[in-house]
Antibody, heavy 119, light 107 residues
């Protein structure tokens, strides 16, 4: 069974750093891209970018380029999303999703990680 | 970025009704469109890929059609379990973009 299991909810202060994770199982992890999708409170879905799990090649949305870093650790089938300095506007649920068909079709999703940034 | 204008933003229909949602793309995206369903408090779920292909395990009352700049999603007979928000997502161009969502409710 394909699963993406994300790390738990986080509460942080502005300016703090954070890394959340997404562990894949039940499939060949390096054969698929992982995308990250943001959902701000009560709002729609925003694609942040994606990473090729085989070689860590990334595509970032211009809206998120320079504010987050995506990475993978192939040895433990885990993708990461990282911030070096959080803002209150980063408060959201973050989903990882497996990208099928050249990484463009999100056929499996993680359960989401809720990030709250507040002073 | 490709803008995906989804309409309506919300709708209320009776059980058994036919429901249609449209996505208008700001540029020709051919058939590079997926549809997702998101229930409250849950992650999105893929329903339709490549504009018209039903994902494995998804009921046949869901369908998609169209290409170019005007694409549609249909529920042929609305069921109580279909209450959710539906999103389109284009993948013809990077960055990938989603429509704003359509919230479907039962009358």
């Amino acid at each position: 069974e394909v699963q993406l299991v994300q790390s738990g909810a986080e509460v942080k202060k502005p300016g703090e750093s954070l890394r959340i994770s997404c562990k894949g199982s039940g499939y060949s992890f390096t054969s698929y891209w992982i995308s990250w999708v943001r959902q701000m409170p009560g709002k729609g879905l925003q694609w942040m970018g994606r990473i090729d799990s085989s070689d860590s090649y990334t595509n970032y949305s211009p809206s998120f380029q320079g504010h987050v870093i995506m990475s993978v650790d192939k040895s433990i089938n885990t993708a990461y999303l990282e911030w070096s300095s959080l803002k209150a506007s980063d408060t959201a649920i973050y989903y990882c999703a497996r990208g099928n068909s050249y990484g463009f079709v999100f056929d499996y999703w993680g359960q989401g990680t809720r990030v709250t940034v507040s002073s | 970025d490709i803008q995906m204008t989804q309409s309506p933003s919300s709708l209320s229909a009776s059980g058994g009704d036919r429901v249609t949602i449209t996505c208008q793309a700001s540029q020709d995206i051919r058939d590079s469109l997926n549809w997702y369903q998101q229930k409250p408090g849950k992650a999105p779920k893929l329903l339709i890929y490549g504009a018209s292909n039903l994902q494995t395990g998804v009921p046949s009352r869901f369908s998609g059609s169209g290409s170019g700049t005007h694409l549609t999603f249909t529920i042929s007979s609305l069921q109580p379990e279909d209450i959710a928000t539906y999103y389109c997502q284009q993948y013809a161009y990077l960055p990938l973009t989603f429509g704003g969502g359509t919230k479907v409710e039962i009358k």
